[in-house]
């Protein structure tokens, strides 16, 4: 079994930064694949970006240059580093992971807001 913990969302000015965490812990050879979706109101969980164990990493048209995904491999922990962030970034977030994209596991959410 895979559990994803995510922390690091808030309320955040446009233009500001945010970095989001997702702590995995269970079977390494469950999660090949960890990124991040995210769901805003009345709109389809969408992807963000991805990060494979191989240090590969794939981004959504809308976050790139803006967003970067990274792994700290001793602690199996995946970060989002949101820079610039605009009001139409607001969502909820959550950490997926597994063997394809998305994969089987998610975390609770985090929200995140941009707003003046």
């Known amino acids: 079994q895979v559990q994803l913990v995510e922390s690091g969302g808030g309320l955040v000015r446009p233009g500001g930064s945010l970095r989001l965490s997702c702590a995995t812990s269970?079977?390494?050879?469950?999660?090949?694949?960890t990124g991040w979706y995210r769901q805003a109101p009345g709109k389809q969980r969408e992807l963000v970006a991805t990060?494979?164990?191989?240090?590969?990493?794939n981004y959504a048209h809308s976050v790139k240059g803006r967003f970067t995904i990274s792994r700290e491999k001793g602690k199996n922990t995946v970060y989002l580093q949101m820079n610039s962030l605009k009001p139409e970034d607001t969502a909820v977030y959550y950490c997926?992971?597994?063997?394809?994209?998305?994969?089987?596991?998610w975390g609770q959410g985090t929200q995140v807001t941009v707003s003046s």
């Open positions: 997926n992971s597994g063997l394809t994209t998305p994969g089987t596991y």
């Open positions: 269970g079977s390494a050879f469950s999660t090949y694949v």
């Open positions: 990060i494979t164990r191989a240090g590969s990493t």
